[in-house]
């Protein structure tokens, strides 16, 4: 006797597709993106013209970098997702996002991002955000979010936690005792280029660093 032969069981959307092929192109997509990335990079700052080049935009100055690009990314390398509205790049070592929404709404952002990719490990995330507690050159790294910025206490109020390590580039002009808010959304004066040059270096070195290690 013939045997008979099996029915293919693709949906109907997928008339010309068999079921083995579709299985296959799941498992595909499960096995790429950010869940497979060792790293998350958060890169805060205010999208498009209204930040650039300002003390605001030094989190994502410093991604870029740390991605091989000038400026504040938004290039064709990066992918932006309409959902929870970041811009995305991979690299060997980590994802780097940038949220799209105003610096102090990052956490609606970045808490979307995280339920879309199934994390839920925030010791592998890497925050990089301006701090006006250290002047322009001078760059640390935080085990948690213990700082007024309203970025990061978004981010903190809509994950329910501060144990998020962050990488604070200051923000603060030499000699100044504190920048006043305004300042913060003006371009950077030219005579503090290379300070903002010199932060944005150390940055990358420590976002490396970060990615680097596998504890």
Known sequence: KKKKKKKNSAPALYPFTSSATLKKKKKKKKAT???????????????????????????????????????????????????????????????????????????????????????????????????????????????KIVTRHNGLLDISSKLNTNNIKVLSIGAKRPGARRLPFSGLLQVIPDEYLTSVELSIQRSVGDIAAFCNDHN
Not at 59 to 76: L, W
Not at 80 to 96: G, I, N, R, Y
Not at 100 to 111: M, P, Y
């Open 33 to 143: 993106g950010c869940q497979m990335c060792k790293k998350l990079i958060v890169g805060l700052g205010n999208p498009g013209w209204i930040g650039r080049n300002t003390p605001h935009n030094l989190g994502r100055q410093a991604v870029a970098r740390f991605c091989g690009e000038p400026g504040e990314g938004e290039t064709s390398k990066w992918k932006f997702h309409w959902d929870c509205l970041c811009w995305e790049q991979q690299t060997p070592s980590a994802t780097v996002i940038m949220p799209g929404s105003f610096i102090n709404n990052s956490g609606w952002c970045l808490q979307k991002y995280l339920t879309k990719g199934g994390i839920t490990t925030l010791s592998s995330v890497l925050i990089v955000a301006d701090d006006l507690r250290y002047p322009l050159g001078n760059v640390k790294v935080g085990p």
